[in-house]
């Protein structure tokens, strides 16, 4: 992913942005599933506590496409796109 900082000091605001391919592990063996376009933009605050760590805190957009298609047993298929909307916020402690 994407980072950096957007200031410089004991509290320092920063962004953040991670984009991939998300894969679907876990289906029916009669299902056609596929991943697809992952994206996570992120704004959040960093305070340094000394030697090194600090603490964070973000809040961003998750969004994740995925399809499905099921055929059937006649001329007629189902296919199902997926599209998730998600709100992230995330705290952490770096060294």
């Known amino acids: 992913g994407l980072r950096g900082d957007l200031g410089k000091g004991r509290v320092s605001p920063f962004y953040a942005l991670d984009a991939g ?9 009669d299902v056609n599933a596929k991943g697809g376009l992952h994206l996570n933009p992120a704004l959040g605050f960093r305070i340094a506590t000394g030697n090194g760590t600090a603490l964070s805190w973000s ?30 916020l995330k705290m952490g402690i770096s060294f």
């Open 21 to 29: 391919y998300g894969l679907w592990l876990n289906r029916p063996a």
């Open 59 to 88: 809040i961003g957009y998750k969004f994740q496409r995925a399809s499905t298609l099921l055929e059937g047993t006649n001329e007629y298929s189902v296919r199902q796109d997926y599209r998730y909307n998600r709100l992230v």
